[in-house]
Nanobody
Framework: QVQLVESKGGLVQAGGSLRLSCAAS????????MGWYRQAPGKQRELVAT???????NYADSVKGRLTISRDNAKNTVYLQMNSLKPEDTGVYYC???????????????WGQGTQVTVSS
C-alpha cells in the first residue's frame, strides 16, 4: 500500500507565503515524477508544478516566479514553496507521484488527499 500525506494548508493574506510538503510512504521501489495540482471551486484540477527524480521542473505560467517545487529523494518528499500569493491561488492542493512498487511493476499514478489553501485579499 502506498500513501501520499500532505501537510496542512491554511489561510494566508495576499502577498504572503506558505510551504506545503507531501511525503510518500509504503511499498515503494522508485519514484519518477512528483507534482502539485490544484482545484479551485467550480473549476477543473490543474497542474501547478512537477519535478522529475533528476530535479527538472515544470510550472504553470500563472505561478512562475512565485511558486517553487523541490524534492528530497531520500525522504520521498516533495515541497511547494509559495510566495507572493494571490487570491486566485486559492484551492485544494493535491500532490501526486508516478511510482513503481517493485522492480517488476509498472509505473502508477498516486494522489494525496488534498489540502486547502485560501488566500484572502
Amino acid at each position: 500500500q502506498v500513501q501520499l500525506v500532505e501537510s496542512k494548508g491554511g489561510l494566508v493574506q495576499a502577498g504572503g507565503s506558505l510551504r506545503l510538503s507531501c511525503a510518500a510512504s509504503g511499498s515503494i521501489f522508485s519514484i519518477n515524477a512528483m507534482g502539485w495540482y490544484r482545484q479551485a471551486p467550480g473549476k477543473q484540477r490543474e497542474l501547478v508544478a512537477t519535478i522529475t527524480s533528476g530535479g527538472s521542473t515544470n510550472y504553470a505560467d500563472s505561478v512562475k516566479g512565485r511558486l517553487t517545487i523541490s524534492r528530497d529523494n531520500a525522504k520521498n518528499t516533495v515541497y511547494l514553496q509559495m510566495n507572493s500569493l494571490k487570491p486566485e491561488d486559492t484551492g485544494v492542493y493535491y500532490c501526486n507521484a508516478d511510482l513503481r512498487r517493485s522492480y517488476y511493476s509498472g509505473t502508477y499514478h498516486y494522489w494525496g488527499q488534498g489540502t486547502q489553501v485560501t488566500v484572502s485579499s
